[in-house]
């Protein structure tokens, strides 16, 4: 059986006229507070370049996905990933993005997945399992921007050892386990 959980439009009674419900919802005393700057101002602040910040930022949006256990706070949590995702794709349409074309091509359809997801849910219930699936997947873009970031930390120290060693042939991959060795330390302190 198929848990639903109800977004704050299906929450209103069933009498009452769609203009009525939506003119009430903005008087409404918020769920929770966004945070000061809002993950979508993040991202276009960083025009999807700090690997660290986008990360941490889409993993926030999976907490609040996550964690939503009321109608009001489904629709927060939908609404501020919402907005996540629309500034990501923004991002990925500016030359500056440093995002390679093919990546880009995979986060665009991404973020129309999310919009479409997103617009079921305003059309009455979601099930937690889409809630979870929207919520899995900012953790692994998140999970794939730090692994990236890290082989080429990786990747440059490597080069760095190489050099330092007088650019010996044929060393590659001892250099590349200490290099690997090294930035794993790194993350782990």
């Keep these: 059986m198929a848990t639903k959980r109800k977004t704050a439009a299906s929450a209103a009674p069933a009498t009452a006229p769609a203009a009525t419900a939506a003119v009430a ?3 409404a005393a918020p769920v929770f507070e966004a945070p000061v700057e809002s993950w979508a101002d993040t991202i276009l602040r960083t025009n999807f370049a700090s690997v660290e910040q986008d990360s941490i930022v889409l993993l926030q949006a999976a907490s609040s996905l996550l964690e939503s256990e009321t109608p009001e706070k489904v629709t927060v949590a939908l609404d501020q990933n919402l907005k996540l995702w629309i500034a990501i794709k923004t991002v990925l349409l500016n030359s500056d993005c440093p995002v390679e074309p093919e990546v880009k091509a995979n986060l665009r359809n991404l973020a129309q997945f999310v919009v479409s997801t997103t617009m079921l849910a305003t059309q009455g219930t979601i099930e937690e399992r889409r809630l979870i699936s929207l919520a899995r997947l900012n953790m692994n873009i998140a999970e794939g921007l730090l692994s990236g970031q890290r082989n080429r930390m990786i990747q440059e120290r490597a ?3 190489w050099q330092e060693e007088g650019c010996p042939e044929g060393r590659e991959q001892e250099h590349w386990l200490r ?4 930035v ?3 993350f782990k302190s």
Excluded at 179 to 182: L, V
Aim: charged share 15%; aromatic share 8%; hydrophobic share 55%.
């Design 25 to 27: 919802a903005p008087a």
């Design 159 to 161: 080069y760095a050892i």
């Design 179 to 182: 290099a690997e060795a090294e």
């Design 184 to 186: 794993s330390g790194l």
